[in-house]
C-alpha cells in the first residue's frame, strides 16, 4: 500500500499513525488468513500450500518495506525541521513562538521513532505465525 502524498502524512502525527494503522491490517489479520487459506490435514489435497504461503510471504515483505520506508522518511523529514528550527532558535533566543513550535516538532520526532519500535514487534510477531503455519509448506529465501 502507497502513502499518499508522503510530505502531508508526516506533518500531522495522527494522520502518520492512521496511515500506518491501515497499513498494518495484513499483520492484524494473517492469523485469520492463515487459517482460511492453508488447510488442514483433511483438506491438502484441495489447496497449493506452497503458493499460498509464497504469496503470504511477498504480500508481507512489500507491507514491512514500505511501511518502514514511510516511517524512516517521515523520520528524516522531521529531522531536518528540527534542525532548521534548532538553528532559527540560535539567531532569536527570545523567541517563544518559535521554541514552543521546536518542542513540538522534537515531540513528534520522538514519537515517530518511537513507532520504528511498534513496527519492530508487529513484523516480529507476523514473521513468528507466519513461521509456524508456513515452515512445512515454503522456505522464504535467506535474506529474512
Avoid at 500531522?12 to 492463515?34: G, K, N, P
Avoid at 513528534?108 to 514487534?121: C, F, G, H, T, W
Wanted: positive net charge; charged residues 30%.
Amino acid at each position: 500500500m502507497a502513502a499518499p502524498s508522503g510530505v502531508r502524512t508526516c506533518e500531522d502525527f495522527a494522520e502518520f499513525q492512521d496511515l500506518l494503522r491501515v497499513m498494518r491490517t495484513i499483520d492484524d489479520r494473517i492469523v485469520h488468513e492463515l487459517n482460511t487459506t492453508l488447510p488442514t490435514a483433511s483438506f491438502a489435497g484441495k489447496v497449493d500450500a506452497n503458493q499460498t504461503c509464497k504469496e503470504l510471504y511477498q504480500s508481507l515483505m512489500e507491507a514491512h518495506a514500505s511501511r518502514e520506508k514511510i516511517i524512516k522518511s517521515c523520520i528524516a523529514q522531521t529531522s531536518n525541521v528540527v534542525k532548521t528550527l534548532r538553528e532559527k532558535r540560535e539567531k532569536a533566543q527570545d523567541d517563544i513562538a518559535l521554541l514552543k513550535q521546536l518542542r513540538q516538532e522534537q515531540t513528534k520526532l520522538k514519537l515517530m521513532q518511537s513507532e520504528l519500535n511498534v513496527e519492530e514487534v508487529v513484523n516480529d510477531r507476523s514473521w513468528k505465525v507466519f513461521n509456524e503455519r508456513c515452515r512445512i509448506h515454503y522456505k522464504p529465501p535467506k535474506s529474512q
